[in-house]
């Protein structure tokens, strides 16, 4: 019987890998015991601490086969067309497609008289006696009951890599994820969600516990690899009855200790990552034995162990080994095997799965033919992963693409911001997209020649630019009237003011005119009484009001009305 | 593995492929083609003086086969098929789906061989049938619809027993529960056998067989049919059930072979005939059960209290429904707003839709994630107690794994009520403590003060 190889690489433990899956029984019990406490059940830690495998081989194993029917969905290129397309492949087609025609079953030809199967969909659970057709029932609702009875297995939605929602998804992506899991989480159906994220990015799930209060109710952090787990994987590897690796006698425990120590480096840290412990086990394996079809086996000593050296960051070697090995092969240099992984991680250093089509269309200075050479060796050395389902390649593991962004010059990482801007907005829906500002034009055009856009981006930048040239255009237009409203404005004004202190001269002339009637009306009215005062004879009061005319005359000496009253004064003496 | 390892007869007679209506043979290196017909193949076989036929790495004794196993071997009849058909049958006078069900396929033959017709049926009979047996008998579906395999088998086999003993669990729970409560009023003398039964029952170390639980459920139906009682069955349909309790019954015959499967399960002796076998013997004793579709089940989570004055007190049941379709989520639970109380932590199983006239199955049923805090429901059967430290061992049903629970001793002579509440934990614990502590009354209740004191311990 051929012996067996206990390590998996990059690659995630799945149910078949339970009995080389070791250390986690803790976190698996704790996990096991929590889908019997909640729907929806939300698995988080860091990058490389194991959770893919935690679900999909220490959960999956604890459950019996009849008791565990997992469907496991990646974002692809969308959450919930990829989430829609997983049902179908689970039999949960639309059943107005799928429906039983008569034909189809024994005994029942087109002249039966019970040849219309509508019934079959029909939902008696209340046992009331108008049926209620399922076809009421949403389109989700029919798929996941279509589903259920084909297995009658209780149905567990697993979405790893939960993150990819918020690292390359939209906001209506995002909404239209969270209506459906509110929804999954009403049908009568057994079924679970399990969310696997990363730690750092929790906080992306406020929108989403807000609409969906339990999202955080029932959770597990996943550690990292202490010293304690690294030895019971080391041991336990080394004690399976069919495996290749053994461990020197008496000394497991120092093995084991030694590989720690040798991962973890100068690092200050209790833990190191699931994937530098794996690269690592492997790159022992291949020191010990040299054989690359991993069947020899192999005797882990504490003297191997030595020889191993100061190996620094063993990833990022493996990493530069690979590119290298890769360049040397198709006869380029390292920048361009580098630049053909580039596209692979995101800005923010994690994977994001690509098509060869896609590929090629963001590496348009890159011929196809490199490009899907350079794909298929990536895939030979495990750095990439192909998905059957999706067919799309990926990054093998977040770790790795850690390193590949650490790569990226700073050219690149500005390339890659205005291919998401362009893609950002492109991907909204054309009544909520908005034109470019002339500034994130002027930011985007010296790297347009180095993007690979689709017809849709390109028109869409077109169309900013055409937008920006209008305002500029109208900016130097509406200046243009700004200028000269201005001036007409300063005319106005100058008019107005003139205006202003003209009539306000006119309004004093008015006032004083009206001023000097009454005076004048008083005046005459102290010359008649002076005049009687003269008639009586009374001169002494004729003249005091006489004078007490003219002083209310004041300074009008030119009137003739003074004229008259001081010949009268004079007339007197 | 092969059950039976040598071939008797004179020939080495191997089947090589079935169709639908041949049969391929390789009888000492000759090749001979049969139609797929039991007859035929029995009469080869006596014209070759054979009685064992091999098929698949088994070897099967022609005896054993009948017409009714026939199309397991040969793989023509499902899983799960004869059981479906059995039991839609026999719920049909208490199930209006599975009536309306069988007025649709009257015209269709063989319809439960049609996968698409049949799933509909199991459906109803999943969703029809009482709470957690519901659930099981999902499960028991699921099995069928694997590929086939040995693990398939033993599986299919293993789920047939336990879905036997959880029926004849919850009928026997219920009867004690109702006898328990019937004691605390006004307390009965039980004659000697009866006392040993019921010992029998709370002093088991180990699991009962089938048998045993068979003559359980016998000797507590004579307990409440003896008019001197004056008892009211928890279930009415127990009523006229004294016949097939008798010796020779369907139902003890039922349980006599299930339990020689289970022998045979211990061995690892089965093989496909078996899980005919189990199947049959399943749909035997759920027709006899067939009235439990009227039953539901709900463990009550939690009782709130709210009196606001001038008003009369009432109290807040929230509560989850037990079956397939039952949730884990908070705002799943359910809601009753009444002015009667009710149990705490209590597993209900009731009649119709209302659980005010219910049966506390505590705490020979209990919901572990009520005793916890916890949403959502864990359904756990008592299963056997440890005389020794006084633990009982109960049954979690989704995977048949063991709880044991002990005695905490949170609560002592001077514990402050208020104190201990503070503390989740140690309520839990006192959750816990309450189940064996009424483990325990139920016991000196059922069997008197002279049996053994099992708070002494």
């Given at each position: 019987m051929q012996k067996r190889y206990p390590f998996k690489f990059l690659d995630a433990y799945t149910r078949e890998d339970s009995d080389i899956f070791f250390g986690r029984e803790e976190e698996v019990n704790a996990l096991y015991e929590m889908a019997f406490q909640t729907d929806l059940l939300l698995v988080f830690g860091a990058s490389g601490t194991g959770k893919t495998s935690l679900i999909q081989c220490g959960l999956a194993s604890k459950f019996q086969s009849h008791d565990w029917l997992a469907l496991n969905i990646r974002r692809g290129s969308n959450l919930n067309a990829s989430f829609e397309k997983a049902l179908r492949e689970a039999g949960g087609g639309d059943p107005q497609s799928d429906r039983v025609t008569p034909s189809q079953i024994e005994g029942v030809t087109s002249s039966h008289p019970l040849n219309s199967l509508d019934w079959l969909d029909e939902d008696w659970s209340s046992e009331s006696p108008t049926t209620t057709v399922s076809q009421n029932l949403s389109p989700l609702a029919r798929s996941l009951k279509a589903i259920y009875l084909r297995h009658f297995k209780p149905l567990y939605l697993i979405f790893d890599q939960f993150e990819e929602l918020y690292i390359l998804g939209n906001k209506a992506e995002q909404e239209t994820f969270i209506a459906t899991v509110k929804e999954i989480l009403r049908v009568e159906q057994p079924v679970k969600i399990i969310l696997s994220i990363r730690e750092e990015y929790l906080g992306h799930l406020y929108e989403f516990e807000r609409e969906v209060p339990q999202l955080l109710r029932k959770k597990l952090r996943v550690e990292p690899m202490h010293l304690d787990k690294v030895k019971t994987v080391i041991t336990r590897v080394g004690a399976l009855p069919d495996g290749n690796i053994r461990l020197q006698a008496a000394k497991e425990d120092a093995i084991a200790t030694g590989i720690f120590d040798k991962i973890k480096g100068k690092e200050k840290t209790l833990a190191i990552e699931l994937p530098y412990l794996q690269v690592f086990l492997d790159k022992l394996y291949l020191q010990t034995t040299g054989d690359d079809s991993r069947q020899a086996d192999a005797m882990f000593t504490v003297a191997e162990l030595e020889k191993m050296g100061d190996i620094g960051d063993v990833l990022r070697d493996f990493l530069d080994e690979q590119v290298l090995k890769t360049a040397q092969k198709l006869q380029q240099k390292p920048e361009t095997i580098w630049r053909i992984l580039s596209p692979f991680v995101t800005l923010e250093g994690t994977k994001e799965p690509l098509s060869e089509q896609e590929q090629c269309l963001r590496l348009s200075d890159t011929s196809p033919a490199l490009v899907r050479s350079a794909l298929e060796s990536f895939s030979n050395s495990r750095i990439l992963r192909f998905t059957e389902q999706e067919q799309r390649y990926e990054i093998a593991h977040d770790s790795l693409a850690k390193q590949v962004h650490a790569k990226r010059s700073d050219e690149e990482i500005a390339i890659l911001e205005v291919q998401r801007l362009v893609k950002s907005q492109v991907a909204l829906k054309a009544e909520t997209r908005e034109y470019f500002t002339e500034k994130q034009m002027l930011f985007i055009e010296p790297y347009l020649p180095k993007l690979s856009l689709n017809e849709a981006e390109k028109r869409h930048l077109n169309e900013s630019d055409n937008a920006a040239k209008r305002r500029k255009r109208n900016r130097a237009r509406r200046s243009q009237f700004t200028y000269t409203a201005i001036l007409a404005a300063f005319v106005i004004m100058v008019g107005l003011s003139w205006w202003a202190i003209q009539n306000q001269q006119d309004t004093q002339n008015a006032i004083e005119r009206i001023k000097l009637n009454q005076k004048i009306n008083t005046a005459n009215e102290l010359r008649d009484y002076g005049d009687r005062y003269l008639a009586l004879p009374k001169k002494e009061e004729a003249r005091k009001t006489y004078q007490a005319a003219l002083d209310t005359l004041g300074e009008h000496k030119d009137l003739e009305l003074y004229q008259e009253i001081k010949h009268k004064i004079e007339s007197i003496k | 593995m092969p059950t039976e390892t040598n071939t008797s007869g004179k020939q080495n007679i191997v089947i090589q492929r079935i169709s639908d209506s041949t049969i391929t043979l390789n009888v000492d290196g000759e090749v001979r083609e049969i139609h797929n017909q039991l007859a035929e193949l029995k009469a080869l076989l006596q014209n070759k003086q054979a009685q064992t036929v091999q098929y698949a790495d088994k070897i099967y004794n022609i005896e054993h086969i009948d017409e009714a196993n026939f199309g397991f071997v040969t793989g023509k009849k499902a899983f799960n098929e004869y059981l479906t058909k059995a039991l839609i049958e026999a719920i049909q006078a208490d199930c209006l789906p599975a009536q309306r069900f069988l007025e649709k396929v009257s015209a269709i033959e063989d319809w439960e061989t049609q996968m698409r017709i049949s799933d509909k049926a199991k459906e109803i009979i999943a969703y029809s049938f009482v709470g957690v047996i519901g659930i099981q008998l999902s499960k028991l579906m699921a099995i069928g619809k694997e590929d086939f395999s040995e693990a398939k088998q033993r599986k299919y086999i293993e789920k047939c027993l336990h879905i036997a003993k959880r029926s004849l669990d919850l009928i026997n729970f219920s009867l004690l529960s109702r006898l328990w409560d019937a004691q605390n009023e006004q307390p009965r003398q039980f004659s000697k056998d009866q006392k040993t039964a019921l010992a029998h029952h709370f002093d088991h170390p180990f699991e009962p067989s089938l048998d045993e639980q068979f003559r359980l459920l016998a000797v507590l139906h004579r307990i409440f049919s003896?008019?001197?009682?004056?008892l009211v069955f928890p279930l009415p349909e127990l009523e006229n059930f004294g016949v097939a309790l008798e010796a020779d019954s369907i139902l003890s015959q039922v349980c006599r072979a299930l339990k020689a499967l289970n022998e045979k399960l211990d061995k690892a002796q089965y093989d496909l005939l078996d899980c005919f076998e189990a199947e049959k013997q399943l749909a035997e004793l759920l027709a006899q059960f067939h009235f439990l579709v009227h039953y539901n089940m709900a463990s009550m989570k939690h009782i709130g209290y709210r009196q606001i004055r001038e008003e009369a007190p009432h109290y807040l049941h929230r509560y989850t429904a037990l079956g397939?379709?039952?949730?884990?989520n908070l705002d799943a639970e359910k809601i009753n707003y009444t002015p009667e109380p009710g149990h705490t932590d209590a597993v209900l199983l009731f009649r119709g839709e209302d659980y005010r006239d219910s049966i506390n199955l505590s705490p020979f049923v209990i919901d572990y994630n009520a005793l916890t805090f916890e949403q959502g429901a864990k359904i756990c059967f008592f299963r056997s107690s440890d005389i020794a430290d006084g633990s009982l061992d109960y049954v979690f049903l989704i995977d048949n794994s063991s709880i044991n629970i002990q005695?905490?001793?949170?609560?002592?002579?001077?514990?402050d009520y208020n104190e201990l509440m503070m503390s989740n934990e140690k309520w839990k614990n006192l959750n816990i403590d309450n189940v064996v502590r009424d483990f325990r009354l139920a016991r000196r209740t059922l069997l008197g003060d002279d049996a053994l004191n099992l708070d002494d311990l």
């Amino acid at each position: 019987m051929q012996k067996r190889y206990p390590f998996k690489f990059l690659d995630a433990y799945t149910r078949e890998d339970s009995d080389i899956f070791f250390g986690r029984e803790e976190e698996v019990n704790a996990l096991y015991e929590m889908a019997f406490q909640t729907d929806l059940l939300l698995v988080f830690g860091a990058s490389g601490t194991g959770k893919t495998s935690l679900i999909q081989c220490g959960l999956a194993s604890k459950f019996q086969s009849h008791d565990w029917l997992a469907l496991n969905i990646r974002r692809g290129s969308n959450l919930n067309a990829s989430f829609e397309k997983a049902l179908r492949e689970a039999g949960g087609g639309d059943p107005q497609s799928d429906r039983v025609t008569p034909s189809q079953i024994e005994g029942v030809t087109s002249s039966h008289p019970l040849n219309s199967l509508d019934w079959l969909d029909e939902d008696w659970s209340s046992e009331s006696p108008t049926t209620t057709v399922s076809q009421n029932l949403s389109p989700l609702a029919r798929s996941l009951k279509a589903i259920y009875l084909r297995h009658f297995k209780p149905l567990y939605l697993i979405f790893d890599q939960f993150e990819e929602l918020y690292i390359l998804g939209n906001k209506a992506e995002q909404e239209t994820f969270i209506a459906t899991v509110k929804e999954i989480l009403r049908v009568e159906q057994p079924v679970k969600i399990i969310l696997s994220i990363r730690e750092e990015y929790l906080g992306h799930l406020y929108e989403f516990e807000r609409e969906v209060p339990q999202l955080l109710r029932k959770k597990l952090r996943v550690e990292p690899m202490h010293l304690d787990k690294v030895k019971t994987v080391i041991t336990r590897v080394g004690a399976l009855p069919d495996g290749n690796i053994r461990l020197q006698a008496a000394k497991e425990d120092a093995i084991a200790t030694g590989i720690f120590d040798k991962i973890k480096g100068k690092e200050k840290t209790l833990a190191i990552e699931l994937p530098y412990l794996q690269v690592f086990l492997d790159k022992l394996y291949l020191q010990t034995t040299g054989d690359d079809s991993r069947q020899a086996d192999a005797m882990f000593t504490v003297a191997e162990l030595e020889k191993m050296g100061d190996i620094g960051d063993v990833l990022r070697d493996f990493l530069d080994e690979q590119v290298l090995k890769t360049a040397q092969k198709l006869q380029q240099k390292p920048e361009t095997i580098w630049r053909i992984l580039s596209p692979f991680v995101t800005l923010e250093g994690t994977k994001e799965p690509l098509s060869e089509q896609e590929q090629c269309l963001r590496l348009s200075d890159t011929s196809p033919a490199l490009v899907r050479s350079a794909l298929e060796s990536f895939s030979n050395s495990r750095i990439l992963r192909f998905t059957e389902q999706e067919q799309r390649y990926e990054i093998a593991h977040d770790s790795l693409a850690k390193q590949v962004h650490a790569k990226r010059s700073d050219e690149e990482i500005a390339i890659l911001e205005v291919q998401r801007l362009v893609k950002s907005q492109v991907a909204l829906k054309a009544e909520t997209r908005e034109y470019f500002t002339e500034k994130q034009m002027l930011f985007i055009e010296p790297y347009l020649p180095k993007l690979s856009l689709n017809e849709a981006e390109k028109r869409h930048l077109n169309e900013s630019d055409n937008a920006a040239k209008r305002r500029k255009r109208n900016r130097a237009r509406r200046s243009q009237f700004t200028y000269t409203a201005i001036l007409a404005a300063f005319v106005i004004m100058v008019g107005l003011s003139w205006w202003a202190i003209q009539n306000q001269q006119d309004t004093q002339n008015a006032i004083e005119r009206i001023k000097l009637n009454q005076k004048i009306n008083t005046a005459n009215e102290l010359r008649d009484y002076g005049d009687r005062y003269l008639a009586l004879p009374k001169k002494e009061e004729a003249r005091k009001t006489y004078q007490a005319a003219l002083d209310t005359l004041g300074e009008h000496k030119d009137l003739e009305l003074y004229q008259e009253i001081k010949h009268k004064i004079e007339s007197i003496k | 593995m092969p059950t039976e390892t040598n071939t008797s007869g004179k020939q080495n007679i191997v089947i090589q492929r079935i169709s639908d209506s041949t049969i391929t043979l390789n009888v000492d290196g000759e090749v001979r083609e049969i139609h797929n017909q039991l007859a035929e193949l029995k009469a080869l076989l006596q014209n070759k003086q054979a009685q064992t036929v091999q098929y698949a790495d088994k070897i099967y004794n022609i005896e054993h086969i009948d017409e009714a196993n026939f199309g397991f071997v040969t793989g023509k009849k499902a899983f799960n098929e004869y059981l479906t058909k059995a039991l839609i049958e026999a719920i049909q006078a208490d199930c209006l789906p599975a009536q309306r069900f069988l007025e649709k396929v009257s015209a269709i033959e063989d319809w439960e061989t049609q996968m698409r017709i049949s799933d509909k049926a199991k459906e109803i009979i999943a969703y029809s049938f009482v709470g957690v047996i519901g659930i099981q008998l999902s499960k028991l579906m699921a099995i069928g619809k694997e590929d086939f395999s040995e693990a398939k088998q033993r599986k299919y086999i293993e789920k047939c027993l336990h879905i036997a003993k959880r029926s004849l669990d919850l009928i026997n729970f219920s009867l004690l529960s109702r006898l328990w409560d019937a004691q605390n009023e006004q307390p009965r003398q039980f004659s000697k056998d009866q006392k040993t039964a019921l010992a029998h029952h709370f002093d088991h170390p180990f699991e009962p067989s089938l048998d045993e639980q068979f003559r359980l459920l016998a000797v507590l139906h004579r307990i409440f049919s003896q008019k001197e009682n004056a008892l009211v069955f928890p279930l009415p349909e127990l009523e006229n059930f004294g016949v097939a309790l008798e010796a020779d019954s369907i139902l003890s015959q039922v349980c006599r072979a299930l339990k020689a499967l289970n022998e045979k399960l211990d061995k690892a002796q089965y093989d496909l005939l078996d899980c005919f076998e189990a199947e049959k013997q399943l749909a035997e004793l759920l027709a006899q059960f067939h009235f439990l579709v009227h039953y539901n089940m709900a463990s009550m989570k939690h009782i709130g209290y709210r009196q606001i004055r001038e008003e009369a007190p009432h109290y807040l049941h929230r509560y989850t429904a037990l079956g397939i379709d039952s949730k884990a989520n908070l705002d799943a639970e359910k809601i009753n707003y009444t002015p009667e109380p009710g149990h705490t932590d209590a597993v209900l199983l009731f009649r119709g839709e209302d659980y005010r006239d219910s049966i506390n199955l505590s705490p020979f049923v209990i919901d572990y994630n009520a005793l916890t805090f916890e949403q959502g429901a864990k359904i756990c059967f008592f299963r056997s107690s440890d005389i020794a430290d006084g633990s009982l061992d109960y049954v979690f049903l989704i995977d048949n794994s063991s709880i044991n629970i002990q005695m905490t001793g949170t609560l002592k002579p001077d514990t402050d009520y208020n104190e201990l509440m503070m503390s989740n934990e140690k309520w839990k614990n006192l959750n816990i403590d309450n189940v064996v502590r009424d483990f325990r009354l139920a016991r000196r209740t059922l069997l008197g003060d002279d049996a053994l004191n099992l708070d002494d311990l």
